[in-house]
């Protein structure tokens, strides 16, 4: 896999997460841009910034992680 279409496959991964955790209500939009701010800096997982800043808590990333594993499955076909 190149490294453009691997960076593509990654952002369309980050942009199903974060529909996902806006549809689910699991943060709201505020706290959504927050923590894509802060991963800007750090350079880390969307899910580990939402857990570092408390706007998840362990049971929900766990699913949250759960959830992102099923779609990377279900893409690889």
Known sequence: MSYQSQTYAIAS???DLERH???ASVVDREQLAVAKRWQERQEGPLLMVLLQL??????QFSGL???SGQG???TSY
């Open 13 to 15: 991964r980050q942009e």
């Open 21 to 23: 955790l806006l549809e």
């Open 54 to 59: 408390s706007f998840i808590d362990l049971q």
């Open 65 to 67: 992680l759960d959830w």
């Open 72 to 74: 990377r499955m279900d």
